[in-house]
């Protein structure tokens, strides 16, 4: 037997894995044959072993699994349908382009979606609230409001790009990008208290997903839904709410026109005219102690807030969720405090990870910087709104793309929508 080179003892590896299930007794390699030692039989066969469980361990399956994927992930429209008469709010389902599983999520919970805008060098990232009940499993669906440039100035201010781009774009077969879902406002599934959801326009969607998985699931929990919008024009799933309405008998709908035209029926298409008030629930409240679940433009968030607190609910009852302020697009527009343009450089320290790297305004947020960098961090919305990437500050002061939703904790910051203004260090 002669000894073998590492390149030939290489070859015959390559040789034996492709040969995996023979018994070799020699081999052939580079026009020579090898007559194989029991010994060196004995490495090919550990080697063919292991190897062989490289090749199964690449061919198997990955295990199906409810776990949310880390990243990004394609999905394809299979479907897309207008929700409402003005054909300006429109549901795209989407089903993983993998073909595998998708996890559930919890009703109110929404995607992140990574959105190409055409014509925008880096994608804008927005957040849907998942729509449909959790227990429809096989895809997912969001329901987008398309938002128009307004009628008076419309260089000034241009058509909302994500949702142009849902609405433009995003046909059958078309492909997206989404990290999984996430968010914190969610309906409690173990309570079985009274429950009163409260939607503004476009915010109906993540309660559309309780009230979708409450029905689903056969709750008899007693449910109102109050539910504010222009006019009928605007009124979403109008036929879906009704039937709720008029076959579910635990659930009861309310619905307020603040602007309706003269086709609207007065207690056919809506009850009330006006703005949704906290005092329209008083007749409930007075008598049960309800789980309030609010969704809608900031400014009916505030009233609807004050007027629950006065009619004498606690604040820990009253979960909300604000899809962010109608924000010019203050990545490309004007910083927040314009000291971030003018920054050159900063050293950015991320303590827990022992990490240290140059900031520079090209790398956008520090939490742009820290996935650059598979610096762990945790994240949902990205927009400064849901508060999942609050990190404490150690050392250094940063400046905001946007206004924060809620101001972060003293000590923290919300990365997502953060740049620095001085070195810093992060507690990631
Ligand atoms: C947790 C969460 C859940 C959400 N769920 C939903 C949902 O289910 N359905 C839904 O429709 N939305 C939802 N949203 C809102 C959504 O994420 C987007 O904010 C919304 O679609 C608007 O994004 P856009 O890119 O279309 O608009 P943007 O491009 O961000 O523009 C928004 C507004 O700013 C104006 N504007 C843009 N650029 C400028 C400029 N340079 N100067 C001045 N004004 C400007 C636009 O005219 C527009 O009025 C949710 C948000 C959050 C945070
Ligand atoms: S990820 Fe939601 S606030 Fe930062």
Redesign the pocket.
């Known amino acids: 037997m002669q000894l073998l080179t590492i390149a030939e003892m290489f070859g015959i590896m390559v040789v034996g894995a492709a040969t995996m299930r023979a018994t070799i007794s020699a081999l052939s390699f580079a026009g020579k044959k090898y007559q194989l030692s029991r010994q060196d039989r004995q490495y090919i066969t550990q080697f063919q072993s292991a190897a062989s469980r490289i090749y199964q361990a690449e061919d198997v399956e990955p295990e199906e699994t409810d776990v949310p994927w880390v990243g990004k992930r394609r999905f394809q429209v299979v479907r897309r349908e207008y929700e409402n008469s003005n054909r300006d709010?429109c549901s795209f389902y989407l089903k993983p382009h993998d073909g595998r599983p998708i996890p559930t999520f919890r009703p109110g919970q929404?995607l992140t979606f990574s959105?190409p805008?055409p014509g925008h060098d880096k994608p804008?990232m927005?957040?849907?609230?998942l729509?449909q009940s959790p227990t429809e499993e096989d895809f997912y669906r969001?329901?987008?409001?398309?938002?128009d440039?307004?009628e008076n100035s419309p260089a000034?201010?241009?058509?909302?790009?994500?949702?142009?781009?849902f609405h433009d774009h995003l046909q059958p077969g078309a492909l997206v990008e989404t990290y999984a879902p996430a968010?914190s406002?969610c309906l409690d599934q173990n309570s079985d208290r009274p429950i009163i959801l409260i939607a503004g326009g476009?915010g109906i969607?993540?309660l559309l997903s309780m009230l979708n998985w409450l029905v689903a699931t056969g709750s008899k929990r007693e449910v109102w839904l109050l539910y504010g919008v222009r006019n009928r024009g605007e009124h979403i799933m109008y036929d879906a709410l009704k039937r709720l309405n008029a076959h579910t008998p635990n659930i009861r709908l309310l619905v307020a026109y603040s602007q309706p035209t003269e086709w609207c029926q007065k207690n056919i298409d809506y009850h009330v005219k006006g703005h949704i008030t906290a005092e329209l629930l008083r007749p409930v409240l007075e008598v049960r102690n309800c789980e309030i679940y609010l969704c809608g433009p900031n400014a009916m968030m505030t009233s609807m807030r004050e007027g629950l607190e006065a009619l004498g609910v606690p604040r820990e009852d009253i979960r909300f969720?604000?899809?962010?302020q109608?924000?010019?697009?203050t990545k490309?527009?004007a910083p927040a405090n314009g000291l971030v343009e003018s920054a050159s450089s900063f050293r950015i320290e991320f303590s827990r990870s022992g990490k240290t790297f140059s900031w520079s305004p090209r790398d956008g947020s520090l939490l742009e910087l820290a996935i650059e960098h598979n610096i762990k961090a945790r994240c949902a919305?990205r927009?400064g709104?849901?508060g999942t990437c609050a990190v404490a500050l150690k050392e250094g002061t940063v400046a905001y793309e946007r206004q924060p939703e809620n101001e972060p904790a003293a000590g923290t910051c919300l990365p997502c929508i953060a740049q620095p203004q001085s070195d810093l260090v992060l507690d990631l």
């Open positions: 709010v929404f959105v805008v804008e927005r957040c849907y609230s729509s969001v329901t987008v409001k398309r938002i440039a307004p000034e201010t241009p058509p909302g790009r994500s949702s142009s781009y968010g406002f476009i969607t993540p969720e604000s899809f962010g109608s924000t010019p697009g490309s527009a919305c927009q709104v849901c």
